[in-house]
């Protein structure tokens, strides 16, 4: 005799199962945050500042000297840093000296410290100034030469850069691919990003096409 399935019993089975699931990833995301939290409150007496987490370490600071702690609140790069940002993309930014460079998270310098002004790592392309602004890899090497008065971050595959105070916007290769005309020009979020032209503000897409005047306040 065939093996008949009653497919409600089933549907209803499984509708549990993966609710039950989603139960277990958000107990476990909500325990993660206690954790921080917890360990958060209980190094902040340990500390003068205790940065937020990212990529598995906080940036804390100690008697004018940073350094980075681990997710078990373990000092695990050494508090010697003037000052420092927070890990991205497997490199954290630090300064001695009023120059800066960057470590890797075993605290190896990996690029010199020798920058005016550095950014971030985003997109494997970090902004740095030696002088002009110019955008480095994770090596330290120059993808696209220094330069321009000032820089910005990518975001979505451009950044904004800076000419005789005038901005626009460049691709990973170092091509201009919205004219520098703004006054202002902010990163890309969604498809758009907000710029200033003759005092106006207004929203643009990635090809330089205005979407919408921005109601000043």
Not at 18 to 32: C, D, E, F, G, P
Not at 54 to 69: D, L
Request: proline share 3%; glycine share 8%.
């Amino acid at each position: 005799m065939p093996l008949k399935l009653n497919y409600l019993v089933v549907e209803t089975y499984i509708t549990h199962i993966n609710i039950n699931n989603a139960m277990k990833k958000l107990t476990a995301i909500l325990l993660l945050l206690a954790f921080n939290l917890s360990y958060g409150q209980k190094h902040l007496k340990d500390y003068d500042c205790v940065d937020q987490y990212a990529e598995g370490y906080a940036k804390v600071r100690k008697n004018g000297k940073n350094g980075f702690i681990d997710i078990t609140g373990k000092l695990v790069i050494a508090l010697k840093y003037d000052d420092a940002l927070c890990f991205s993309e497997g490199r954290a930014a630090v300064m001695v000296n009023n120059k800066w460079g960057y470590i890797d998270s075993t605290g190896t310098e990996v690029i010199p410290l020798k920058f005016y002004e550095v950014y971030s790592f985003h997109e494997g392309l970090a902004a740095v100034n030696e002088g002009k602004f110019g955008y480095i890899d994770k090596d330290g090497k120059y993808v696209i030469n220094p330069t321009f008065a000032q820089a910005g971050s990518f975001s979505e595959g451009l950044a904004p850069v800076s000419r005789k105070n005038m901005w626009g916007y460049i691709n990973p290769e170092g091509k201009e691919v919205i004219p520098i005309r703004y006054s202002y020009a902010d990163k890309f979020f969604n498809g758009s990003a907000k710029v200033m032209l003759d005092g106006k503000w207004l929203e643009i897409d990635k090809a330089g096409k205005e979407v919408k005047e921005i109601p000043q306040q």
